[in-house]
């Protein structure tokens, strides 16, 4: 194969496909690196610097902050509060019932609201004379200096806004007790101002109780003499109205002073009730006697014998309408034995001895008149029983019209009572409410003497050990954490205002554009310190920095066109972006490949590419003349390690280079160089600084831009493209140059060797 002739890998169907690192299926459509967890910690990977400064910043900061304070010690008072005491509640009889949760909570509430009060705080101030103590003595206004407090606004608001700054009154949960917290650089003034705030609270509440019991007297007492005089009056009423009516017998029920407001009435135990009722006894005895009477006259009426002998039993036994228990009852009953004791042997006779039997007449004589005796002493009994029977009548005929009058009696007194009887629960309604608040009046005045109070110190501040403020583990852990934070956003904060191009997804804004590939960063010696022929695709051919170039290399020949001329243009948009050095080492890949390569260093205004092949500057592109013919191509330098790769310097700097790269000496350059050699790569100044690049860019067969990592904005690289396409060139592609971390920015690493026998190691 002739040196002049193309290698024959140059000469492969050419698979835009393949090889373009901005192909689909090596860069999909993937989402914000917001959007997933990987892409955050990307991020916070790429910004790590950023969120150590600040938040070690801010640590030192907050540090340095909680040193230079002025440390407070907390003095911490407890106070309970006990259920509300109604003994000497002067306003009502009824027991209340004990507080509900809500209600409990609105007293604490109203209870802390009391002391946050400024004139509570004002007269602690005042009693423990804090405006000669630290903070307090500040707040003293120089205008209002000596003055007292009353007589002194400005002093007087500013000291109330620093003693409520370092005063905390809260209540733990489901508790009745209130903790009052006082923050001062004294431990004893905030001991002393704790307590004091306590006991202030108490003694004002004492106040209050006393004060609104001092009123309730003086009400009860102005009442008081009111009624007095009602009382007075409706007595006295009342006992004329008795002398009067004549009614002074009559007792008054309810009405003493010992019934304890018992309603009024009247009660007429006089001459004509006490008559009135041994009268009505008597009438219901004669009713009763009458009607007794008139049951045994019917009784007796009846001539049967069993009937009376029946009524002189009851007689015996006390029964009412009995016969008197004279001889004619034993009379009948011993007739009525004797009558049955004949009837049986007159039975026993006629059955013995026949009808016509003198002994059984004589039986039957005997049987007659003991029959006749009993009859006369039956009519005998009738009578008597009719004689009783009229004298109970007429005893209650005589009974019943007396009674009758003192009923008359009586009602003419009852009429007379009604106005006694409303004169008396006056009189009684009067005394009861006199005696009632005469007793709610001696309870308020020894409420007042004992002045009794609702609210316990249930714990007394003391001098603290150790101040509260600042605390330190408390403190730094907020001051890390706010510090953390800040430094996450402040990251995050960089990435979203960070507009140079980093990682694929950046190249993906620009419709169209290629990447093909990426160099990571390399500890490599400056251009202006290096020595002849140094590159890492020589001296590590397995390092990534070497691979990065053949992805590049291979990236190139898949997009350049198979005919034309093999001229490549090496371009950026600034200095320092790393293009000549891409151009020696691009050179180099293809160099080992095979191909004859040539470079040419046609930045005039700021040559380097010849201190990479360690020769002199000159005689080189800027020295040749028209016509230019391949025997005339003066100063190419070969490379020490490559046969195949030459170099042409830049030469002496020409006046107007922008106008040497016009001429046709130049044209002839490049065609001579494009015959003589497989690749004529082209070293360029910035695009975006002169217009040299311009004009070299529409006479070659394809541009590459070299883009610098976290420098290039996508602005500027947007600019750049613009200007290449404006000069009519074939836009290979772009390669990212400087990456400092492949991983981090969405890249794949470039390393892939065998370390030890049987193990492959793979970098990702």
């Known amino acids: ?160 806004k620093r003693f409520e700054k370092s005063l905390t009154v809260e209540s733990p949960p489901d508790t009745r007790l209130i903790t009052i917290t006082f923050l001062n650089p004294d431990p004893v003034v905030a001991a002393n101002v704790a307590n004091a705030i306590a006991q202030k609270f108490i003694d004002s509440a004492m106040d209050r109780r006393h004060n609104s019991t001092i009123q309730s007297s003086y009400w009860l007492r102005k009442q008081l003499e009111d009624l007095k005089k009602q009382v007075e009056d409706s007595e006295q009423k009342l006992a004329d109205y008795q002398r009067e009516s004549g009614l002074a017998g009559v007792q008054l029920a309810g009405g003493g002073p010992g019934d304890n407001g018992a309603t009024a009435g009247t009660t007429q135990h006089s001459t004509v009730t006490d008559r009135l009722y041994g009268l009505n006894q008597e009438l219901t005895a004669a009713e009763s006697n009458r009607i007794a009477a008139e049951t045994t006259f019917h009784l007796v009426q009846s001539q049967d014998p069993e009937v009376v002998i029946g009524l002189g039993a009851a007689a015996g036994a006390g029964g009412a309408g009995a016969l008197p228990g004279d001889g004619g009852i034993q009379l009948i009953r011993s007739l009525r034995t004797q009558e049955a004791e004949l009837a049986q042997e007159y039975a026993g006779a006629a059955v013995k001895y026949g009808a016509n039997n003198p002994r059984l007449v004589q039986t039957q004589q005997q049987l007659d008149a003991i029959r006749a005796q009993m009859h006369a002493e039956l ?116 990435e979203s205002l960070d507009e140079t191009v980093r990682r694929p997804r950046d190249f993906q804004l620009l419709g169209g554009l290629r990447m093909l590939g990426y160099v990571p960063r390399m500890g490599t010696k400056s251009l202006l310190t290096v020595s002849g022929g140094d590159s890492k695709l020589i001296d590590a051919p397995k390092a990534p920095f070497s691979e990065a170039f053949r992805v590049i290399r291979t990236s190139i020949l898949r997009v350049f066109p198979s005919n034309g001329p093999k001229t490549l243009l090496v371009t950026s948009a600034a200095g320092r972006d790393g293009k000549t050095t891409a151009v020696y080492n691009l050179g180099v890949a293809f160099a080992q490949q095979g191909a004859r390569v040539l470079l040419l260093d046609c930045d005039l205004r700021n040559p380097d590419l010849h201190r990479l092949f360690g020769c002199a500057i000159s005689p080189g592109v800027s020295d040749l003349e028209d016509p230019v013919t391949e025997a005339e191509v003066r100063g190419v330098v070969r490379h020490t390690s490559l046969p195949n790769l030459y170099m042409l310097p830049a030469g002496h700097p020409p006046a107007f280079p922008a106008e040497f790269f016009e001429s046709q000496t130049f044209d002839a350059l490049l065609r001579v160089c494009s015959a003589d050699y497989d690749y004529v790569l082209i070293d360029s100044p910035p695009i975006l600084s002169v217009t040299d690049t311009s004009i070299i860019a529409s006479k070659v067969g394809g541009t590459i831009a070299v883009v610098r990592s976290r420098r290039t904005t996508q602005s500027v690289l947007s600019s750049m493209i613009d200007s290449l396409h404006h000069a009519n060139t074939p836009v290979l592609g772009v390669v990212l140059n400087d990456v400092r971390n492949p991983t981090a920015d969405g890249f794949h690493g470039y390393s892939y060797s065998r370390q030890e026998e049987g193990q492959v190691h793979a970098t990702i």
């Open 1 to 160: 194969m002739s040196a002049l002739q193309p290698h024959s890998s140059l000469t492969r169907p050419q698979s835009t496909a393949l090889g373009t690192l901005s192909d689909g299926s090596l860069f999909g459509s993937v989402p914000s690196e917001y959007e997933t967890l990987s892409g955050v910690l990307r991020v916070l990977r790429r910004r790590w610097k950023t969120v150590a400064l600040v938040t070690l910043g801010i640590f030192l900061l907050g540090l340095a902050v909680c040193l230079l304070m002025t440390p407070k010690y907390a003095a911490v008072a407890t106070i309970e509060i006990n259920k509300e005491d109604n003994s000497a509640n002067v306003s009502t009889d009824v027991v209340p019932a004990s507080p509900t949760a809500d209600e409990l909570k609105a007293e604490i509430e109203t209870d802390i609201s009391v002391l946050q009060s400024d004139g509570l705080a004002l007269a602690v101030i005042h009693d423990l004379n804090l405006t000669q103590t630290r903070p307090f003595n500040k707040a003293i206004v120089a205008s209002e200096k000596g003055k007292p407090l009353d007589q002194a606004p400005l002093t007087r608001e500013k000291l109330i």
């Open 379 to 494: 009519q005998r009994i009738s009578k008597r029983a009719e004689n009783s029977y009229i004298y109970a009548k007429n005893n209650e005929e005589t009974i019943r019209q007396q009674f009758v009058k003192q009923q008359s009696a009586a009602n003419e007194m009852a009429d007379s009572t009604v106005h006694l009887q409303v004169l008396a629960q006056e009189a009684a309604s009067n005394r009861t409410l006199y005696e009632n608040l005469f007793s709610k009046l001696q309870t308020a005045s020894l409420a007042s003497g004992v002045r009794a109070t609702r609210i316990d110190i249930a714990d007394q501040a003391r001098p603290a050990g150790t101040p509260a403020i600042p605390n330190y583990l408390k403190y730094l852990s907020l001051i890390a954490g706010i510090g953390m934070f800040f430094g996450i956003s402040s990251a995050f904060l960089r």
